[in-house]
């Protein structure tokens, strides 16, 4: 059975071509195939063209025909890198979110550049904070070029997130012939709490020894794989952020627990989708 294809939401910027080579990269590794798809929505002012002279609506033949010869294009750069990766291309009349996140639903990935321009403007806005949320597959946004050697690292909790966090990042870097980096933060005392026994910038003993007993499990599902493990006090967001500079790709779940539920699909995840030093990707499970 073949893999579950790869979906790119491709213009012609640097960074969307950045997430076209990587996605090509991973179709190399993995035997799917990968969907070139640009998504971009008519004016909310449509409806009142007809009272306003003009002689043509945006957009017109002209538009579409411009934006598939750059789609074209990409599928002939990735046929002289990538020559038996299968590809295709797909141009819709829609909002790039709910384009990408409908075609999460049968993607194996979604993967996306961390900028872009026309109908990819926001990715790092609105499109990335809907496409992150409300994907049903794993969703890929590409920073910087790290090293190929680079590890993998993934963010956890123990949250039932973690473990499709740790799946995703165990199969990368084996994938990839790479060592596997866990980093576990637990946010420091601060406010009222502040300056009494409880503040401490140490990892208490009970909380060590789980996140110890998850580590092992699974370095027995990945003997040879290189495990590492760093539990850390520290805000998720900066521990990750660093552990960021010298990885390949930094690997969260979508929830996480109490209050680290809204962060992950909030604050912490955009701080690291805007700021990390690598790729990130956000883990789904699939929608049953």
Avoid at 22 to 35: K, N, P, S
Avoid at 195 to 210: I, K, N, W
Avoid at 212 to 234: F, G, H, M, S
Wanted: aromatic residues 4%; glycine residues 6%.
């Amino acid at each position: 059975m073949s893999p579950s294809p790869i979906v790119v939401g491709y213009d012609r910027s640097v960074e969307a071509k950045l997430a076209a080579a990587w996605a090509l990269d991973e179709a190399a590794r993995t035997g799917a195939a990968v969907e070139f798809l640009y998504a971009y929505e008519w004016p909310e002012w449509l409806p009142a063209a007809s009272m306003v002279p003009a002689t043509s609506v945006w957009p017109d033949t002209a538009t579409d025909h411009a934006i598939k010869q750059a789609l074209d294009e990409a599928v002939a750069t990735a046929l002289s890198t990538h020559p038996d990766v299968r590809t295709k291309i797909s141009l819709l009349h829609n909002s790039a979110a709910l384009a990408l996140i409908d075609r999460s639903a049968h993607a194996g990935l979604v993967v996306v550049g961390s900028r872009g321009h026309s109908a990819v403007t926001n990715l790092l806005g609105s499109v990335s904070t809907a496409l992150t949320a409300r994907a049903q597959c794993p969703v890929i946004v590409v920073r910087g070029e790290p090293s190929p050697t680079a590890p993998v690292v993934v963010g956890v909790d123990d949250s039932p997130s973690s473990h499709t966090a740790l799946v995703f990042a165990a199969g990368e870097a084996a994938a990839r012939n790479v060592p596997l980096r866990i980093v576990r933060a637990w946010t420091p005392v601060t406010g009222l709490w502040a300056g009494t026994p409880m503040e401490t910038r140490t990892v208490l003993e009970s909380e060590r020894h789980a996140f110890d007993e998850l580590v092992a499990t699974w370095r027995q599902k990945y003997p040879n794989l290189p495990i590492t493990a760093e539990a850390v006090v520290d805000h998720p967001a900066n521990a990750l952020i660093e552990a960021s500079k010298t990885a390949q790709l930094l690997v969260v779940g979508t929830r996480g627990r109490g209050s680290v539920r809204a962060m992950l699909l909030g604050s912490v995840s955009q701080h690291l989708l805007r700021n990390a030093a690598c790729t990130v990707a956000v883990a789904h499970d699939r929608e049953v």
